[in-house]
């Protein structure tokens, strides 16, 4: 019975079915969940500090507004007047409005003159979460290095000159705007105006709780909306693991099964829906498998090739050797002495070939390549071989282009090509019989075509010319003077160097095979030095 999903995957599955999230590398998801909250919370901010300051500077055109008009209307009123308006202005706008003489001289205080319209709150009394409030506000204005206010502190000398913002107001006859803090970190926005012409000036101070207020209100909203991203990205994150991690582990435990030698029940998933990272790496793993599961069955059926075509020659050579003792007559032991060297020698021949067939691909894998000239490395192999006898009589023709048909590669190696196949042709052509090299460029390739006059090779066998020790060979060839390997080897070392071996028939229709090197033709600016 399946287990019951669990909460996080109750979350977690809604978003594996969001496509467009697949559709994005796993670097462009990982940034995006985690940026996600910070630029939320970073945006966030800075937004409340412009906030706050379109806020205070609405303020300082109001408190500037309200100290001209109250001026003003002090101005032409009596002392009994005067005190009356500030009263009134006093209670209906919540603020502390002060008179000052032509001398600096305090002559009316609203909160003298009536009851407090507003009083500082004291921090040491408030509560936990207005202490955390204006812990956020101090952490707040260091992250958008706000400029420091001053504190707001009642001068013991009760004189105009004791502000600085009313002595600039009696100076330029202009209103003035001063802001301070006071203990609960609340703004004080306090404004100075003259009154009349005799230089009398008002002093007008109003604590914007409000402002504070409005700005802890909207960071209380940023910080609900952080949390719904925070937890967002969680989720986010969870889906992440959820869709990284599984296909990881399954990942693994197919290794893991690869690893102690049961890979052929393993079947690695590939994922082909998923285009990033984890699917690229699915698919390599599976491809890897596939490979290695190939490399396993050539080694397997490699060993085994072995084992049978050293086993034949050892038997004879045992054979040959344990009669050896029985045997008087010189003529047979003369005989049998033949057939152990002749094995001896075909063993040799097997171990050597075989050993060559086993280190091609590692040596090709290091080798540096180099231009080569196609038709003359041909040329001079069908040479070489003529002066040591082992063109057996038959004439090695070459047609060539007129250019040069130059392929890259390790000299040694193609040479070792051609020799196979030139051996080859010699050993299924009749005697007399000439065998034809052709080399030709055609399109990208260089292509290398050998022809033999012999029996040809039927349709349904030419794969099979190119498997390890195949031992169709001419009947009229001693048994044993061939591996097997000669035509494996070769092409084995033409696809290590990009290009392919096939068999083809004749173009002009004769008996006998063709066998055709296509090879990549080097570019041009390959040959430069």
Avoid at 62 to 79: D, F, M, V, Y
Avoid at 181 to 199: C, E, K, M, N, S
Avoid at 219 to 246: D, H, P, W
């Amino acid at each position: 019975m399946a287990d019951a999903p669990t909460v996080r995957d109750r979350l977690v599955r809604p978003l594996a079915r969001i496509r467009p999230l697949e559709r994005l590398s796993l670097t462009a998801r990982i940034l995006a969940v985690n940026i996600l909250p910070l630029a939320l919370l970073g945006g966030g901010i800075f937004y409340l500090d412009s906030y706050r300051a379109q806020l205070l500077d609405e303020r300082y055109k109001l408190a500037r507004i309200e100290a001209q008009i109250t001026a003003e209307a002090l101005a032409g009123a009596s002392r009994e007047r005067q005190d009356a308006l500030l009263i009134q202005i006093g209670k209906e706008q919540k603020m502390r409005l002060r008179l000052f003489d032509p001398k600096g001289r305090l002559i009316a205080d609203s909160f003298k003159l009536d009851e407090p319209g507003f009083t500082l709150d004291n921090p040491d009394d408030d509560p936990f979460s207005l202490r955390f409030a204006r812990l956020l506000d101090q952490v707040v204005d260091t992250l958008v290095s706000a400029q420091p206010v001053p504190r707001y502190i009642e001068p013991e000398a009760q004189t105009a000159d004791a502000w600085p913002e009313l002595v600039r107001a009696r100076e330029q006859r202009l209103s003035q705007i001063e802001l301070r803090q006071a203990r609960d970190r609340t703004p004080v926005i306090t404004a100075a105006a003259p009154v009349g012409l005799q230089g009398a000036t008002l002093l007008t101070t109003r604590n914007a709780v409000d402002i504070t207020e409005a700005v802890r209100a909207a960071r209380s909203t940023l910080g609900f909306g952080v949390l719904l991203a925070l937890f967002a990205s969680i989720m986010l994150s969870l889906f992440m693991a959820r869709t990284i991690v599984q296909p990881l582990q399954t990942l693994a435990k197919a290794a893991q099964r690869v690893r102690l030698g049961r890979e052929r029940e393993v079947e690695v998933p590939r994922l082909p829906d998923r285009p990033d990272e984890i699917g690229v790496l699915a698919r390599a793993v599976s491809d890897m498998t596939h490979a290695l599961r190939q490399r396993i069955d050539a080694v397997e059926h490699f060993a085994a090739d072995v084992a049978h075509e050293i086993k034949n020659p050892l038997a004879s050579l045992r054979s040959a050797v344990e009669s050896l003792g029985t045997v008087n007559d010189p003529d047979l032991r003369a005989q049998l002495l033949e057939i152990a060297t002749h094995d001896v020698r075909r063993i040799d021949r097997l171990v050597t070939e075989i050993s060559e067939a086993s280190r091609i691909d590692a040596e090709l894998s290091r080798a540096t390549f180099e231009p080569i000239d196609l038709a003359a490395l041909a040329a001079n192999i069908a040479i070489s071989r003529e002066g040591r006898g082992l063109n057996r009589g038959h004439e090695i023709t070459i047609e060539r282009p007129e250019r040069t048909v130059a392929v890259m590669g390790v000299p040694l190696r193609l040479e070792r090509v051609i020799d196979n196949l030139i051996d080859n042709a010699v050993s299924f052509s009749p005697p007399g019989a000439p065998v034809e090299l052709t080399v030709r460029e055609s399109g990208r390739t260089a292509d290398l075509v050998i022809c033999d006059r012999g029996p040809g090779i039927p349709e349904d066998a030419r794969a099979k010319v190119f498997e390890r020790f195949h031992s169709d060979r001419p009947e009229a060839e001693d048994f044993g003077n061939h591996s097997g390997l000669g035509l494996a080897i070769a092409r084995t070392i033409v696809e290590a160097h990009g290009g392919t071996l096939s068999v083809e028939d004749r173009a002009d229709g004769g008996y006998g095979a063709c066998l055709v090197v296509r090879l990549p033709a080097a570019r041009s600016d390959e040959n430069e030095p």
